[in-house]
Structures are given as C-alpha cells and as structure tokens.
C-alpha cells in the first residue's frame, strides 16, 4: 500500500485574527464563566435558606469590591452569551454568514453585550 501525504488543516498562525474569531473565543470563555456563576446562585440560594446571619455573609462578600468584580464579570459573561447565542440561533438557520452580515452582528453582540449589562446594574441597584 502506497502511503500518501494527507494534507494538513490550516493552525492559528494561518488565520488572520479578526473580532468574528475573539467573540467565538469569548462565547466559550462565557460559557465556562456561567458555570461558576451557577455556583455563586447556588451559594446565594444557600444564604438565603440558611438564615439571617448567613445570607448577610453572603451580602458582606457580594458588596465588597471583590464581589462587585465578580458579580459584573458574571453579568458581563451573560449578556454576551445571551447575544450571541441569538446570533447563533440565525447561523442555526443558515442566515447571517456574509462577511458583511457577522461584520455588522458582531459589532451588535459586543453594543447589545454593555447596553445590557448596564441596564441590568441600573435596574439591580435601582431597586436596592
């Protein structure tokens, strides 16, 4: 048997980085973020149902500026999941693949990713 050279698939230093390619990066980057984030509703979920002395733990490490960080990042990483994932849901149906097309969506993902975000904190401490 005659042995061929398979060709091989092109690597990152082929590619030309462009913003299409650091959002699908960062929609799995949120992806794993949203799995600590469910271990932080947990831990919240928790406080609550423990009692008064736990839950204000709970509000003691979320107010400080460490849990604001986190909090935001959280925010931040289901905002751009949420947007994206409806980009996704159009390529789903074979709509949205023209250059100029995911040259405008992602340039939506990214403004719909900090509108959102912001309104959710306006609205989060707002109603505090």
Request: some cysteine; glycine content about 12%; aromatic content about 10%.
């Amino acid at each position: 048997m005659a042995t061929t050279k398979r060709p091989t698939s092109p690597h990152l230093q082929i590619y030309k980085w462009g913003p299409h390619m650091a959002l699908s990066i960062l929609h799995r980057a949120s992806g794993v973020a949203l799995g600590g984030g469910t271990l932080l509703l947990a831990w919240w979920l928790i406080a609550l149902s423990s009692g008064p002395e736990q839950y204000a733990q709970f509000q003691t490490c979320m107010a400080s500026i460490y849990g604001k960080i986190v909090l935001m990042g959280f925010t931040l990483a289901l905002m751009l999941h949420l947007c994206n994932g409806i980009r996704h849901l159009f390529w789903d149906m074979g709509k949205g693949f023209e250059v100029e097309t995911t040259a405008r969506t992602n340039i939506l993902v990214l403004l719909g990713t900090i509108v959102l975000t912001g309104i959710a904190w306006v609205i989060g401490y707002g109603l505090v």
